[in-house]
């Protein structure tokens, strides 16, 4: 029995099985079925997939293709936006550069502007003052022309007191005959004229240079002339027995130079005063305590007191110091006025009223200054003698 259940179990369980295994055969063969359909249909989405994938891979293709071609035209895009942005920059440099030439070109043309309109003026001015000479030169050309006429009447004499060859005294004698009247006229040794001191003049060149110079400077033509050491001078005070002049004003000067190197004090009241030969010579040259002008001066007192005192002398009864005179004046006087005419001029001169006090300086026509080695020189006022020229026409 046992086995029979057994068997019967064993059966349900063999039958259990088959149907099992039927059942799985059968989902087997369904899944089988299954599985080939969707198989094939994954065949077909796969051949698909590949079918896309190569339809993909050609548009990949053609993208790399216009993807290089994009990025070769956007270089090329680039180089050239680039080359454009540069050119862009230098054209704008350039016009910077432009902006700034046509810039430094006005300013140029500012500055020759200014310069045409400065050398304008400039010659302008240069014009004017070449006007103005011109008109000067004609003025001046005009009053030696007037001097020159005048002089044709005029006895003129030019009177040198020289000291180791430096002409110290420098007087101009203008004797108009016709007025009766003689006029002194001192120039200063330290007159500036052509680089040089006027005093140099007749120990350089000599008497005719001195005076052209001399000329130019008074528009008068000298002809005669007398060059007298200061020694000399004073021999002839001493022959006439000393002189009497008027001293304008006191002198004293407390340094005056004595022969053997040392130094005095020489004093000389105001009014009519005495002098023998070496008390005129101090009266003369006395500089300390006062100018070369008071020096110029004090020579014209002397000059007028030897006149006076020559007029005082009768002749006959002083024969004698007319012949020492004569003598010195002969032997040691540079002249070139002869004995006879001297004393012919002297009897027509000797009553004729005498003009003195005239005398160039910074006081009136010149002005002080320096030469270039340092010299202290004097030189005309407006660069000529123009005036001082007017002034002698008047004084004659």
Known sequence: MKIKKQIKKIKLHIYIILVITLINIGSIALYLKFSNSIQSTNNQKINTLISEVGSLKEQNEILNIQLQSTNFDNQLNSETIKNLYLNFQKEIQNQKDLQANILNYQSYLDNERKNLIDNNNSLNQKLNNQNTELSKIKNENKINDQLNKISENLD?????????????????????????????????????????????????????????????????????????????????????????????????????????????????????????????????????????????????????????????????????????????????????????????????????????????????????????????????????????????LEII
Request: overall charge positive; proline content about 1%.
């Open 156 to 392: 003129l004499y030019l009177i040198l007191g020289i000291n180791q060859n430096l002409t110290d005294s420098i007087q101009i004698v203008i004797v108009n005959q016709e007025r009766q009247k003689i006029t002194l006229l001192s120039l200063p040794r330290d007159l500036y004229v052509e680089g040089r001191k006027i005093n140099e003049y007749y120990k350089l060149y000599g008497i005719d240079v001195l005076k052209d110079k001399i000329q130019e400077i008074t528009g008068l033509k000298l002809n005669k002339y007398a060059v007298i050491d200061f020694s000399t001078f004073y021999q002839i005070i001493d022959l006439i027995g000393g002189i009497e002049i008027n001293v304008s004003k006191t002198l004293k000067d407390t340094s005056y130079p004595t022969n053997n190197g040392g130094i005095k004090t020489i004093t000389f009241e105001k009014g009519i005063q005495k002098l023998n030969s070496i008390e005129a010579l101090e009266y003369a040259r006395s500089r300390n305590s006062s100018s070369d002008f008071d020096r110029s001066k004090r020579q014209q007192e002397i000059m007028i007191g030897m006149k006076q005192k020559f007029e005082t002398l009768d002749f006959i009864n002083n024969l004698n110091i007319y012949i020492s005179t004569l003598q010195i004046v002969t032997n040691q006087i540079d002249t070139n006025i002869n004995l006879f005419e001297g004393l012919d001029k002297y009897k027509k001169y000797k009553n004729f009223a005498i003009s003195a006090g005239n005398i160039l300086s910074n006081e009136n026509y010149l002005y002080s200054s320096k030469s270039i080695t340092g010299q202290y020189i004097l030189l005309p006022k407006n660069g000529n003698f123009i005036d001082f020229k007017n002034k002698i």
